[in-house]
Structure formats: structure tokens, C-alpha cells
């Protein structure tokens, strides 16, 4: 798939990187690295989409010149994914077991909701620095019910070191495919990266 201008993902997860080389979207990829503390008066929908946001502004640092040998103007793709349940409590990355467990034991035999924003922007190298000149955001949203889960089935995953890096604790594409029972939804968007509509900011540009 063609696009005007060259596209940047702005991470290095290798989920969203394969979902755009499975539709053939051309791409390089620049890590980005920044904190991601929520802080107590944000709303989940605030902190996510602060979190595509801060990447695309930390990403201009280190976007050097060698970036747009191609064109002056590039695009820059930046997501954040969380888990999020009924209570409105965020699920990030587990900092060990029992976090994991304590997520976990919420999430068994119940529905839980992934959420994924998406940010495109548009940046041009201007007087030797890089700058956003527009951007566009997305947020996508997907049920997802768990089996019940006993202590040992999450130990056992636990030692895996599958759920370690993962938002809620899981991988549908991978060993966490087996306690879902069901989606409603976008299943990319549970994987990291919503396809359909990370397309439709590309093609906006």
C-alpha cells in the first residue's frame, strides 16, 4: 500500500510492526521512549491519548535529517494500548506476579475492555529541525471476555514471560489467546494497532 509521504512507526513493538508489514504498509521504525505515569486526576480517555501525543513530541528529538532524504514532510504513527475495566480502572504493564494476579483475578470469567489510541502526524523538517504540523488521533475500543482463571493457569503463564511487556497482562496473538472467550470488536485493536483505522488516518494525509 502507497502512501504520499514516508511513514515512521513511532515504536518498536514487534506486534505493530507486523500488523503494518501483513497489509504491506511500507515503514521504518523509531523507538520512543518516555514516562508513562498516569496521574490520579486523569480519566482513562485523557491519559491515552496523552500518551500518543507525548510520543510524537518526544519522536522529534530524535528524528534526524536522514529521515527526510525522501521528502521534507514524513508521517508519524504513535499508539498506546491499555486495558480498562468496567470500573473504570486502567490496566498497564504488570510490574510483577502478584500485579499480574491482582489484574488477572478481575479480569477472570468477566469482560474487560482494550482500548487503543492512535495518533498520525505530519512533520516537516524546517530550518534543520523537525515539527508537527497537523496530526490527527483515534480511539479504539474492544470487549474482550476472559474464561475463569485458577492460581495455577496464572502461574503457569506467568513463567511463560509472555504477559511481562504486555498491557493487561496478556497476548491474544499468542499463550493469552487461551483465556479469551470471546471478542466484540477489532482484533488488531487488542494486538496494539487498530488496522482499519490507523489506514484511514494515513490516507487522510
Not at 10 to 31: A, D, K
Not at 120 to 145: C, M, P, Y
Request: glycine share 4%.
Amino acid at each position: 500500500m502507497q502512501f504520499l509521504y514516508p511513514i515512521i512507526l513511532g515504536s518498536t513493538s514487534p506486534r505493530r510492526h507486523e500488523l503494518l508489514n501483513q497489509c504491506q504498509i511500507l515503514h521504518t521504525v523509531q523507538s520512543i521512549h518516555i514516562d508513562e505515569t498516569k496521574t490520579e486526576q486523569e480519566t482513562p480517555t485523557d491519559y491515552i491519548l496523552r500518551m500518543v501525543n507525548d510520543k510524537a513530541k518526544s519522536a522529534l528529538t530524535s528524528l534526524t535529517a536522514d529521515f527526510f532524504e525522501q521528502s521534507n514532510t514524513v508521517l508519524l504513527i504513535t499508539a498506546d494500548t491499555i486495558g480498562v475495566l468496567k470500573s473504570g480502572q486502567v490496566l498497564q504493564k504488570p510490574t510483577n506476579f502478584d500485579d499480574a494476579c491482582q489484574m488477572w483475578q478481575q479480569m477472570s470469567d468477566n469482560e474487560h475492555h482494550v482500548w487503543t489510541a492512535v495518533q498520525v502526524s505530519q512533520i516537516q523538517h524546517i530550518d534543520n529541525t523537525a515539527k508537527i504540523i497537523n496530526h490527527q488521533q483515534r480511539l479504539v475500543k474492544t470487549s474482550v471476555q476472559f474464561i475463569p482463571l485458577t492460581h495455577s493457569m496464572m502461574r503457569d503463564y506467568w513463567h511463560t514471560g509472555e504477559p511481562h511487556d504486555k498491557a493487561g497482562g496478556y497476548a491474544i496473538q499468542g499463550m493469552g489467546a487461551m483465556w479469551v472467550k470471546a471478542i466484540n470488536g477489532s482484533y488488531s485493536n487488542v494486538v496494539g494497532l487498530p488496522i482499519v483505522e490507523t489506514v484511514e488516518l494515513l490516507k487522510h494525509f
